[in-house]
């Protein structure tokens, strides 16, 4: 039996595979704190989770496409290699690079993105 508790500034998750233990905790929290049940997990800090009776799956399909709308991308053709192998970027050949606070940005979100979608990493790192 297994009880897990995430805390993230004022928000909880609990998960586990005791659902008694589950709504014990739930309780007991409810009892010594002021809090509500928001139900069953749908989106949380760019996670879309979704369960069924095989486990709990997370994807960040959301977040992407904010991300690629954020940066105006959204007419773009996607590619199934997100780069070229060794491919050196010039400040010259675009304009996400020659602005530095939304090139970070971009960095930064990908790397986020990197949580769930794992077959970009090499090309974000």
Do not use: R, W
């Amino acid at each position: 039996m297994v009880v897990i508790l995430l805390v993230y500034v004022d928000d909880l998750i609990i998960m586990g595979t005791d659902s008694t233990l589950i709504f014990q905790l739930k309780q007991y929290l409810h009892d010594s704190f002021h809090m509500k049940d928001l139900g069953f997990l749908v989106y949380f800090l760019g996670l879309e989770s979704t369960a069924d009776s095989h486990g709990v799956f997370l994807s960040q399909h959301k977040y992407a496409q904010y991300l690629v709308a954020a940066i105006g991308l959204q007419d773009s053709t996607p590619l199934d290699t997100p780069t070229e192998l060794n491919l050196k970027l010039h400040k010259e050949e675009g304009d996400l690079l020659s602005d530095p606070v939304t090139y970070c940005m971009l960095v930064c979100s990908l790397v986020y993105l990197t949580i769930t979608t794992l077959d970009i990493s090499y090309a974000v790192q």
